[in-house]
């Protein structure tokens, strides 16, 4: 992800990012279903068997996914993204809710306690980071906090605190599945987040604000709040 102070509305790689995750979805649950029989036929596609209410339950999750990064980019995100970045992106959105709807579908386990945990994990994840990212967002509408650097609502507890939401509906995603491959992918996501992503961030803010961005560093918690 490139932080660059360059703002367009980037419509066409927006649609292709949610493209990635609806294809990623929907090709698993249309094999699991009987009707993706060009897909069996004509693309090689293995069709998948088991517990139907464990794959209805990822396709709903990855639907809500959806449902939440298309607001938040078309709504609050207001940076151009470029061709390199949303195709690259996109194809390993449509990876990642592949591999994660198909593992779900593949398991004939009953719906336990342990998917109750995972579903809990990733609504509560997905709440955070759709919270955070709306508060950030009504407050930059105000005239007066132009050019100022948000750091009140969920980002006082946390510099990160939408990555921290991201990093538990992941995990939340990966537990549903039953696989853990998908954890592991869950994990490098993560990773990537901490060691990659949040200090490429935080060198453009302190950058861009300064002793604002200082001030905020030395009484926050960087990623987990009260933490880390």
Not at 27 to 44: E, N, R, T, V, Y
Not at 99 to 121: K, Q, T
């Amino acid at each position: 992800m490139a932080f660059k102070d360059e703002y367009a509305p980037s419509t066409l790689m927006k649609l292709l990012l949610s493209t990635g995750i609806l294809m990623g979805t929907l090709i698993p649950a249309l094999l699991m279903s009987g009707h993706g029989d060009f897909l069996i036929q004509h693309l090689k596609f293995r069709t998948i068997e088991g517990n139907t209410y464990r794959q209805l339950l990822m396709v709903s999750c990855s639907l809500i996914y959806l449902f939440r990064l298309a607001t938040c980019m078309f709504v609050f995100i207001k940076r151009r993204i470029g061709w390199v970045e949303g195709g690259l992106v996109s194809f390993l959105f449509f990876m990642m809710f592949y591999l994660f709807n198909a593992s779900a579908g593949s398991h004939f386990e009953p719906i336990g306690l342990i998917d109750i945990a995972g579903v809990f994990l990733y609504l509560t994840g997905s709440y955070i980071n759709s919270l955070a990212d709306y508060q950030r967002y009504v407050w930059k509408k105000n005239a007066e906090n132009k050019g100022r650097l948000y750091t009140k609502g969920l980002f006082k507890y946390s510099m990160h605190i939408n990555y921290f939401g991201d990093s538990l509906l992941y995990i939340g995603l990966a537990i549903v599945t039953l696989e853990y491959v998908c954890l592991f992918v869950s994990i490098g996501i993560i990773l990537n987040l901490v060691f990659l992503q949040i200090p490429m961030l935080d060198k453009y803010l302190s950058k861009k604000y300064a002793d604002e961005f200082g001030e905020w560093a030395k009484r926050t918690k960087k990623f987990v709040p009260f933490v880390y």
